[in-house]
């Protein structure tokens, strides 16, 4: 069974642009949800879909947005970019649709880096 | 807001000694996850709490679920190089909602 694949691995993209991240979950998962990960805040929440629909948002500013496709692959945006969004930006997947589930399955993540 | 924290932040030990970190909620919890990330690596889960005073051990692993769903454990027995990484706890406030909040980790390092 394939993973989580995100794409691209690492990102070097200026201040004030705009940036598209990309996660294929694993097949038959409907669940994504996205972290910013940074070595002062750890593992932030920033949203989470499920059949095309968020479910779940974090409290980040409006700047962060994502959309989930009907084959389950989702994308986050990130606008007018600022040097505090570097970071480490994971895509986890999950089979939940309830009370219990079989935990996250992580991609290895976007480094991104704004300068 | 819901904050999980961890303790400690890092810890050194020898290898085969014995390594233990903390999960604290500010609220009551209806599950919680672990989960081990590795240098460089991404978050890799390592078991779900769901019961109350529930205990489960993975090999040389044990982790306990608090009796009021507030606060977790996760002991080591007997470290080994392969051990090295950042241990998380991921809790969940209430089972209709898929939002997990990840505590901030322990970074374990096991000198050889």
């Known amino acids: 069974k394939a993973g989580v694949t995100q794409t691209p691995r690492y990102l070097i993209k200026t201040r004030g642009q705009q940036v598209t991240l990309s996660c294929s979950p694993i097949?038959?998962?409907?669940?994504v949800s996205w972290y910013q990960q940074t070595p002062g805040q750890g593992l932030q929440f920033l949203f989470e879909y499920f059949s095309e629909t968020q479910r779940n948002k974090g409290n980040f500013p409006g700047r962060f947005s994502g959309r989930q496709f009907s084959n389950s692959r989702s994308e986050m945006n990130v606008s007018t970019l600022e040097l505090g969004d570097s970071a480490l930006y994971l895509c986890?997947?999950?089979?939940?649709?309830?009370?219990?589930?079989?935990?996250?399955?992580f991609g290895s993540g976007t480094r991104l880096t704004v300068v | 807001g819901q904050q999980v924290m961890q303790i400690p932040q890092y810890q050194h030990v020898q290898e085969g000694e014995d390594f233990t970190t903390y999960c604290n909620s500010s609220?009551?919890?209806?599950?919680i996850q672990w989960y081990k990330q590795r240098p460089g690596g991404h978050p890799v889960f390592l078991i779900q709490?769901?019961?109350?005073?529930e205990v489960k051990k993975q090999k040389r692993l044990t982790f306990q679920f608090g009796e009021a769903k507030k606060n977790s454990s996760l002991h080591i027995t007997a470290t080994q190089t392969t051990d090295v990484g950042t241990y998380f706890c991921?809790?969940?406030?209430?089972?209709?909602?898929?939002?997990?909040?990840f505590g901030t980790g322990t970074r374990l390092k096991v000198l050889a």
């Open positions: 709490l769901v019961k109350s005073g």
């Open positions: 991921a809790g969940r406030r209430s089972s209709g909602t898929y939002k997990y909040i």
């Open positions: 609220t009551t919890l209806s599950n």
């Open positions: 986890a997947s999950s089979s939940a649709q309830g009370p219990f589930d079989y935990g996250y399955t």
């Open positions: 097949s038959g998962h409907r669940s």
